[in-house]
């Protein structure tokens, strides 16, 4: 039989290291002031696919999900990606294996396909800017 102590430990550790990342939200939410202004935004007034990504997760760190949305997909997207890969660890190391993520190469395609012209259409159509 496997060895299954480090998944199990993740599958422990994960959670605390959210925790934390929410009793010390307010700390985090201060490091956003040091973060530097788009520079493709600033010179070629375009969004860049990182355009609102901080605002984004400001917003998740929230709890306003619609509101992540708004400025940008892709940390709600990541997230749920997370959230799938913590239950396929956390079954796989307490013995029942249950697979979400999907295996296939071409679903990732088309999410990355989906994604390109989510950033390229949101510089054309106001609704969409971050």
Same mark, same amino acid.
């Given at each position: 039989?496997?060895?299954?102590?480090?998944?199990?430990?993740?599958?422990?550790?994960?959670?605390?290291?959210?925790?934390?990342?929410?009793?010390?939200?307010?700390?985090?939410?201060?490091?956003?002031?040091?973060?530097?202004?788009?520079?493709?935004?600033?010179?070629?007034?375009?969004?860049?696919?990182?355009?609102?990504?901080?605002?984004?997760?400001?917003?998740?760190?929230?709890?306003?999900?619609?509101?992540?949305?708004?400025?940008?997909?892709?940390? *709600?997207?990541?997230?749920?990606?997370?959230?799938?890969?913590? *239950?396929?660890?956390?079954?796989?190391?307490?013995?029942?294996?249950?697979?979400?993520?999907?295996?296939?190469?071409?679903?990732?395609?088309?999410?990355?396909?989906?994604?390109?012209?989510?950033?390229?259409?949101?510089?054309?159509?106001?609704?969409?800017?971050?």
């Amino acid at each position: 039989m496997k060895n299954k102590t480090f998944p199990k430990i993740l599958t422990i550790a994960i959670p605390f290291t959210v925790i934390l990342f929410f009793v010390y939200k307010e700390d985090i939410f201060a490091l956003v002031s040091l973060l530097p202004t788009c520079f493709i935004y600033s010179k070629l007034h375009l969004y860049c696919p990182a355009c609102g990504n901080t605002r984004g997760v400001t917003s998740l760190l929230e709890g306003d999900i619609l509101d992540s949305l708004r400025y940008n997909i892709t940390p *709600v997207i990541l997230l749920l990606f997370v959230i799938m890969a913590y *239950v396929e660890l956390a079954t796989y190391s307490f013995g029942r294996h249950c697979k979400l993520l999907p295996r296939r190469l071409w679903f990732y395609l088309i999410i990355i396909a989906l994604l390109t012209i989510y950033y390229i259409t949101r510089n054309l159509v106001p609704v969409l800017a971050p």
